[in-house]
């Protein structure tokens, strides 16, 4: 595709519900980042994939955070039992791993009631 | 520990006045350091990066100045246009991890 396209937009989400986003990367990009970004602040690392290995998942916040990316281009990341303090936007990002140059999509709001 | 530190947290610039972001950085082992734009409801776009073995580099009205022994680099705007209201961040990389951000500049192009 021509961007990195990431689904739902927005989400709402009941405190303690399981919710899933997901993430295209650009078509061919071996590399793909998920990042957490708290209103006002930078993009917080999540966790990033090679190809399907998930070769770093330092900042996933607890074990509620799984990602998986099985086939090496879609991605989901996946909070199980949605606390309100995960309310945020989240971005993907994606490169084709021979350059440093992320290009990321729009992201998903997440926000948890 | 905040690995890299951007300031200030927000700026106000006339219409074709100078925007300067600065931030510094701890790790030395960076190796390339983006600065990336973001508009309310997008991702963060990547405006323009350097290496550090190189002291500035220039696109457009936008240019980065990379003081390595300093360890700090900044961005300056050039001719600031209200289209280039927006938040900026700065970033680094080891190679083999990911992207570290600072924590943003709002920047405000008042006409």
């Known amino acids: 595709g021509a961007g990195v396209s990431q689904s739902p937009r927005y989400k709402v989400a009941k405190r303690g519900q399981d919710v899933a986003l997901r993430c295209d990367p650009i078509s061919g990009h071996v590399s793909l980042f998920w990042y957490q970004q708290a209103l006002g602040q930078g993009p917080e690392f999540l966790t990033y994939f090679q190809n399907e290995a998930q070769l770093d998942k330092s900042g996933l916040p607890s074990d509620r955070f799984f990602a998986e990316r099985p086939e090496g281009s879609v991605s989901t990341l996946k909070i199980q039992r949605t606390q309100q303090e995960d309310s945020a936007v989240y971005l993907c990002a994606s490169t084709w791993g021979g350059d440093y140059g992320y290009t990321f999509g729009s992201g998903t709001r997440l926000t948890v009631v | 520990q905040q690995q890299v530190k951007q300031s200030p947290q927000s700026l106000i610039v006339q219409k074709g006045g100078i925007s300067i972001i600065n931030c510094a950085y701890e790790n030395t082992a960076f190796d390339y350091f983006p600065w990336y734009q973001q508009f309310p409801g997008k991702g963060p776009a990547l405006l323009i990066a350097?290496?550090?073995?190189?002291s500035e580099k220039k696109e457009g009205r936008f240019t980065i100045s990379f003081n390595k022994s300093a360890k700090q680099f900044s961005l300056h705007i050039m001719d600031s246009q209200p289209g280039d209201s927006a938040t900026y961040f700065c970033a680094a990389l080891q190679a083999g991890t990911a992207l570290i951000f600072g924590k943003g500049t709002t920047l405000s192009v008042s006409s």
């Open positions: 350097i290496r550090p073995d190189v």
